[in-house]
C-alpha cells in the first residue's frame, strides 16, 4: 500500500514536499516514482528512484527544481518541490514497480498511491 501526502495550494515560487509511506510489502527490490496528471492531460512521469543505492531520475520539466529522495528506515520517498510554476498543478501519485533500473512510463508500474493535489497559483 503506498500512501501520498504533503499537497496543498502554493503560491508561484514556493515549495512544498510530497511524501508516500510504504507499507503491507517489502519495496527494497522496487523502482519509487512520481507522476502527476493535470485535468484533461495524459499522466506524466515527474522522477523516480530506487530503494537499493541511491539511484534516482528526474524528467527534464522539473530537473533542477524537483529531488526525489528516500529514508529506507521510515519506508518513506519523498518529493521536493522548488520553485513551484502554475504548470506544475496536478494531482500528483506515487507508485511502485519491481525493476532493476529506473522505470519512466507511468503505466509500467504496478501498485499506485491515492493521490495528493498541488495547486500552484500566480
Not at 5 to 27: D, E, H, N, P
Not at 93 to 101: E, F, G, L, S
Not at 112 to 119: A, D, L, S
Request: aromatic share 12%; proline share 2%; charged share 15%.
Amino acid at each position: 500500500q503506498l500512501q501520498a501526502s504533503g499537497g496543498g495550494v502554493v503560491k508561484t515560487g514556493g515549495s512544498l514536499r510530497l511524501s508516500c509511506a510504504a507499507s503491507g510489502r517489502t519495496f527494497s527490490s522496487y523502482v519509487m516514482g512520481w507522476s502527476r496528471q493535470a485535468p484533461g492531460k495524459e499522466r506524466e512521469f515527474v522522477a523516480a528512484i530506487k530503494w537499493r543505492g541511491y539511484v534516482a531520475y528526474h524528467a527534464d520539466s522539473v530537473k533542477g527544481r524537483f529531488t526525489t529522495s528516500r529514508d529506507n528506515t521510515k519506508n518513506t520517498v519523498y518529493l521536493q518541490m522548488n520553485s513551484l510554476e502554475p504548470e506544475d498543478t496536478a494531482v500528483y501519485y506515487c507508485a511502485a514497480v519491481a525493476a532493476d533500473t529506473i522505470v519512466v512510463l507511468p503505466n509500467l508500474y504496478d501498485y499506485w498511491g491515492q493521490g495528493t493535489q498541488v495547486t500552484v497559483s500566480s
